[in-house]
């Protein structure tokens, strides 16, 4: 009989919990949670895959272009002659078909062209990608911060109101100045405004989250809290040399550079295309009546086909020609020292984010001793304020030195995890935590 009460009192238990699960109308959302939602809903990157299709699009057609012309063409006109008072039809019809058949493979660069235009805008959508992931991290840990110093600031605000409450006492009771029993008071309020700039600073930090994810402000939105417990993890560190070539092989903004030097090439060709001769052919198959009398009849009688090649040959465009392709040799030269210049900067960043990883690491660790001991100090003078046997000047001197490690133990505990984050999105490597 006990266990069938106890069965059914964890039934209605796990009844009443998943009820308020599903009342809940908000988003409840990890990192993961929140770069999966960007993806299907940032306004930006929806715009980017557009631009992809639209690519695409441009491409398709431009293989195309290969393909002859044809167009069809038919009138009837009516006309009334004073000499005969009578009215008469006259009506033509054709068929009329083109094709390129060489300029200067203008066709086949176009092509080629449009070809690198479509596969660099999948780059460039993944370079907008990383930029997001950097943005959405950098917000989603400034919250989690946010959260963890309310909680500890929280915790100070209890400890200052029994305080306040201890201190009165020993006013009352003579012990201590009013000048001490004020200042305690004192540290109260402003232990009170700093929970209040804390959680106005964690509401713009989901709001900026949320315009990440193109969300309404007005949205419900919470945060999973990882575990973040032990960061040993992330503090191994791949070699400079392997970060540089990993990057070096998968950062998209590389990869946009190389596009842009071949669409300069085939640029520099497009322009050396308006040296050489265009040949097109044509046909056309065309007839037509005077009257309705016999109508297939002279329709057969005067119909004409027409089949022919032109040529046009270029002989003097005031040197326009001349200096497009003089243009398109600097554009070349111009996008070969981007490159240079990109896969440089690229090289110092990361670099430089890598050291940052480390300094970062050994600040997180230093900051974790010192908050540790400011907090063991804080608690042994509390007590030893509640004895009578210190100030209240001692006690808050060793308050503000927690609440100030505290902040310095929080800031760098989630810039170590968003240096380290970084470097594996430069690298390539999915950002999970």
Known sequence: MQKIVLGILTCMIVGVLSAQEQDFGGYRFTLDDCLNYALGNNYNLQSMKLSEEASEEVYQQSKKERLPSLSASA??????????????????????????????????????????????????????????????????????????????????????????KQGKDQFQLGKILESDYLLLEAQYANDKNNVVDTQIALDNSLLSLKNLLSMPATADLRIVSPDTASLQALSLVPPLEEAMERTIETLPDLKIQEYNIELAKIGLKLSKANYLPTVSLHGSVASGHTDFSGFGTQLSNRLTEQLGVSVSIPIFDNNRTKSQVAQKRIALKQAELDKKQNELDIRQTLATEHRKVTAAYNKYQTTS???????????????????GSITAVDLLQQQNNYISALNDYIQSKYEFILRRKILDVYMGVRVTM
Do not use: P
Not at 94 to 113: F, H, R, V
Not at 131 to 137: P, S, V
Not at 369 to 387: C, E, G, I, L, M
């Open 369 to 387: 001793v010192r908050q540790n001991a400011y907090s063991k100090t804080f608690d042994v003078y509390r007590a030893q304020f509640n004895a």
């Open 75 to 164: 009138g009837e006109n009516i006309g009334y002659s004073n000499a005969t008072d009578d009215a008469s039809w006259t009506g033509s019809y054709g068929l009329s078909s083109s094709m390129t058949l060489y300029q200067g493979g203008t066709i086949s660069n176009t092509i080629q062209q449009n070809k690198l235009r479509k596969e660099q805008s999948v780059y460039q959508t993944s370079q907008y990608e990383n930029n997001l992931t950097l943005q959405i991290l950098q917000a989603f840990l400034t919250i989690l911060g946010n959260e963890e110093l309310l909680k500890y600031q929280e915790a100070v605000i209890e400890a200052s109101e029994e305080q306040v």
